[in-house]
């Protein structure tokens, strides 16, 4: 059963409750101050599709626990990471699903999260880092798994991206929250250039403490990198080196992790 609701403190705006699919409608209704929603799962710990407004993408994530929760942004400058039309407007359609067996099973991008926010959620993938440039939500390390590539620019959205503050020891962590099974990985480079530098080299940290060094150019198209097929919680990006040139300002557009579910609880 998957229960999804609007509240705002402790009131529950509109709620409602089906097994394989759910959602909420709003007709004249917008959106106020400290509303969020809330989707309760009758089993912990499992896979659901989320779309929590019609300007963003849907997302695959893993729920730990019974319960997560997403913000309605209305603050201006967290918005500007998003395209303007979230969350806009009286008319609105919200909703979550199970996937299908096939879905679960299926080889993809597991980093992927457009409903990643800036705190964990409980809903993975989830991006953090050590540094975020300004604390400006254009530079957060969720932006770097929002599935949205557009890395000839920088600020706003769609050139939103993982700014790291000219921070030598800079690093993003993706945390899965469960074991997936992984042999890939892609990086975009934000390319804004000449304002923007790049990194030649990176070091890709798994959670089971293997290392592989990564060799990247400014290319401005996905670089991508194959590793061993290995069993992870989380994947780590650190020891960024920056090429030599006057520009102070390196950034990371996206990373991709690509691979299969490999927890038992799935039945896979």
């Known amino acids: 059963m998957l229960t999804l609701s609007l509240k705002n ?29 809330e989707l309760t799962l009758s089993e912990p ?30 603050d201006e400058k967290l918005g ?13 359609f919200v909703k979550a699903w199970l996937p299908t067996i096939d879905e679960i099973n299926a080889y993809r991008n597991l980093a992927k999260n457009s ?22 939500s254009t530079f ?10 557009a890395n000839e620019n920088h600020g706003s959205y769609p050139y939103q991206s993982w700014g790291i503050n000219q921070r030598a020891d800079a690093q993003i962590t993706i ?50 990198f194959d590793i061993p097929s290995t069993v992870v919680t989380s994947v780590t990006l650190k020891n960024l080196i920056k090429h030599e040139d006057d520009s102070p300002f390196p950034a990371l557009t996206q990373i991709e992790v690509f691979g299969k579910e490999y927890s038992q609880e ?3």
């Open 9 to 37: 403190k402790e009131t529950t705006k509109q709620e409602r409750s089906r097994k394989g699919e759910t959602y909420l409608v709003f007709k004249n209704y917008p959106y106020q101050l400290g509303d969020y929603f």
């Open 175 to 224: 945390d899965f929250a469960r074991e997936v099974l992984i042999d890939k990985v892609a990086l975009v480079l934000r390319g804004d250039y000449p304002h923007d530098s790049y990194w030649t080299r990176v070091t890709l940290e798994l959670s089971t403490g293997d290392e592989y060094v990564l060799d990247t150019t400014n290319a401005l198209d996905r670089q991508f």
């Open 80 to 92: 500007l990471a998003y395209s303007p039309n979230v969350f806009k407007g009286t008319r609105h």
């Open 45 to 74: 710990n499992q896979l659901v599709w989320v779309q929590m407004d019609a300007a963003i993408e849907p997302s695959l994530i893993y729920v730990e626990g019974t319960t997560w929760r997403y913000q309605v942004i209305l």
């Open 266 to 268: 799935f039945d896979l």
């Open 140 to 149: 957060f390390a969720r932006n770097a798994i929002d599935g949205i590539v």
């Open 115 to 136: 409903h990643d926010q800036k705190d964990d959620s409980k809903g993975y993938p989830h991006a953090y880092a050590n540094v975020e440039t300004r604390n400006d």
